[in-house]
């Protein structure tokens, strides 16, 4: 009987597909969700969290093609946290994070009004890939302005960007599997894990998490969503491959014409394994 019911569950959605990761912490009734989760980003105890800001999306008319989904949360009354789940890498992500980061800072006053009505805003971005100039860093990285020069004070406390890669938490070989924002990623990445069903018993965001989820994934609604997202996914995947595939044949034929026109001597089979071609 147990087995049957089994059986006839839904297949768990991804919190990694943004349209779930959304709904999943951003809507209003995911707060006990969402403050656990702030909590093991920011390492402190939070009071309150505010969802009210969000777009429901799930009564959106939403197709195929999407802007970036985030979760906005107003937390202990003033302070703001953007989170922003992406599977992709995008070009010019530092400089994105601080668009995005710049523009929930001064939506808090109008024209005219005091300086003194800013509030903290905090940046999370929540990555599926590794970011190259971030290689040899840990798998979260938590980010302000500083002075380089001398005592490598901090400037401000209004701006804190925060980035977490989550494919680095395996290369921790059980030194941080402990931490609790561990165990929330492996919950992003696999919610159906034997790990996560352990951790459900200790934390109760994770068990309010996986709740939820189960309950999303009875929504035939939902299951068409991240269809048509994990489809624009990996079509935006492979046209970067065809892109490159393509911009190596034209460099490939590009190097050649010139090596003819040098009379440079050319070993094609260096030139197809990737090497670069050295010219006078």
């Known amino acids: 009987m147990v087995q049957s019911q089994e059986k006839n569950k839904p297949k768990l959605l991804s919190p990694k597909v943004d349209i779930i990761f959304q709904i999943l912490f951003g809507e209003v009734g995911s707060e006990i969700i969402t403050k656990k989760f702030l909590e093991a980003i920011l390492n402190k105890k939070i009071e309150s969290v505010d969802l009210s800001q969000n777009i429901v999306m799930r009564h959106e008319n939403i197709g195929e093609k999407m802007g970036v989904l985030d979760v906005l949360v107003k937390f202990d009354d003033k302070k703001f946290c953007n989170v922003e789940m992406q599977l992709i890498e995008k070009d010019k992500l530092f400089e994105r994070i601080l668009y995005y980061w ?36 840990e798998y979260h990285t938590m980010w302000k302005i500083i002075e380089t020069k001398y005592r490598k004070n901090i400037l401000t406390d209004e701006l804190e960007i925060h980035i977490i890669e989550i494919p680095k938490i395996y290369k921790l070989i059980g030194e941080k599997q402990n931490e609790e924002l561990v165990k929330w990623l492996e919950f992003i990445e696999d919610p159906t894990s034997k790990e996560v069903e352990n951790y459900m018993n200790e934390n109760e965001g994770i068990k309010e998490a996986k ?70």
Do not use: H, W
Not at 111 to 121: C, Q, R
């Open 102 to 137: 710049s523009r929930i800072y001064t939506k808090q006053i109008k024209s005219g009004n005091d300086y003194v009505f800013l509030n903290k805003t905090i940046e999370v971005l929540i990555v599926d890939f590794e970011i190259d100039s971030l290689k040899d860093l």
């Open 211 to 280: 709740n939820k989820l189960e309950g999303l994934s009875g929504d035939e609604r939902l299951q068409r969503l991240e269809e048509l997202r994990l489809k624009a996914i990996m079509d935006e995947k492979a046209e970067r491959r065809f892109a490159i595939k393509k911009g190596l044949e034209e460099g490939l034929k590009k190097g050649l014409e010139e090596g003819l026109r040098y009379n440079i001597p050319i070993d094609v089979d260096t030139i197809e394994k990737g090497y670069p071609i050295l010219c006078a």
